[in-house]
Structures are given as structure tokens and as C-alpha cells.
């Protein structure tokens, strides 16, 4: 698999599972491009979740990770942009058919609803899942446009 650059977000509750998932992003053999936040104090995910965003659909990251105690506001979040397909996982199968079906960019973390385990396995399988093309690249394509314009295959 080739050296990827991953972004990783988070807001205040996604902290110390940040911490985790950046060795399980490195111990794979990726870079890191921490966009914060460093500390405990309370920050808005949406900020964090945008710039993870923009990391991603700008090339100078690969793939994202974005952690909150959901994984749901600042999945919203970073999918305000057109060119971002953020996907909260819980399990191995979601991050495997997000990455397989959906061609998910950014993988969303709830701090407060995994351990640590579950973490890292998703965080694994994020990385290291392919996109299955084919009858999902049509799908895939319409999540990028705009209401009411229809994208051809």
C-alpha cells in the first residue's frame, strides 16, 4: 500500500482517542497532518471538521479522520464540502463498506461511543479498504453535485 498522508480533526472530546488513532495511522506506515486541537479546552467541532475538510479536498491529504463524541457534528460538518464523503463508523463493516461502496474520503469518530479497539480496527480497515468502483462510481459521483442537476455515468 503506498504512503498516504491522513489528515486528523478533532474537537475537544476527540482528544485522547486522537492520540490513538494517530499511532495506528503511523504504525501503518502513514503521515500525519494533525490540524488540532491540542488541548482540553472546549472548541466548536465545526471549525475542526471544516479544516480537515479542506486538508482533503484540497490533495495536501489523502484521507481524513475526524473525531468528536459522536462522530456525527463534525462528520456534518466536513461534508459541507462538495469534494468530502465523511462516513461515521461504529464498526469494522461500516468503515470497510463506506470505503468499498461509498468511496468515503474522511472516516468520523465517536470518541464516546467506541473503545479504543474498535478505534484502531476501523481506522485500519479505513485505510487499507479500496474502492469497489463500478455500479457504485455513478452513485458516488452524484454526492459531489449540486440538488437537481443530473450527473451521466
Same mark, same amino acid.
Given at each position: 500500500?503506498?504512503? $498516504? ?12 482517542? *486522537?492520540? $490513538? ?7 501503518? #506506515? ?5 490540524? #488540532? ?26 484521507? +481524513?479522520i475526524?473525531?468528536?463524541?459522536? #462522530? ?10 462538495? *469534494?468530502?464523503? &465523511? ?22 469518530? +465517536?470518541?464516546? $461511543?467506541?473503545g ?6 476501523c ?9 469497489? #468502483?463500478?455500479?457504485? &462510481?455513478?452513485r458516488?459521483? *452524484? $454526492? ?7 450527473? *451521466?455515468?
Amino acid at each position: 500500500m503506498p504512503k $498516504l498522508t491522513v489528515a486528523i480533526a478533532n474537537d475537544h472530546a476527540g482528544l485522547l482517542l *486522537k492520540g $490513538l488513532v494517530r499511532e495506528e495511522v503511523e504504525a501503518l #506506515g502513514h503521515v500525519v497532518l494533525d490540524l #488540532g486541537t491540542t488541548g482540553p479546552e472546549s472548541v466548536d467541532y465545526p471549525d475542526f471538521g471544516r479544516e480537515c475538510a479542506e486538508a482533503v479536498a484540497s490533495g495536501r491529504a489523502a484521507r +481524513g479522520i475526524v473525531i468528536c463524541g459522536t #462522530g456525527l457534528g463534525i462528520s456534518m460538518a466536513a461534508n459541507r464540502n462538495p *469534494k468530502v464523503r &465523511a462516513a461515521p463508523c461504529h464498526d469494522t463493516v461500516s468503515a470497510r463498506l463506506t470505503r468499498q461502496h461509498n468511496d468515503a474520503n474522511v472516516l468520523a469518530l +465517536g470518541a464516546r $461511543l467506541i473503545g479504543p479497539e474498535v478505534a484502531r480496527d476501523c481506522v485500519r480497515t479505513f485505510l487499507t479498504t479500496e474502492f469497489e #468502483g463500478g455500479r457504485h &462510481a455513478a452513485r458516488v459521483n *452524484k $454526492l459531489g453535485q449540486p440538488a437537481g442537476l443530473e450527473v *451521466k455515468a
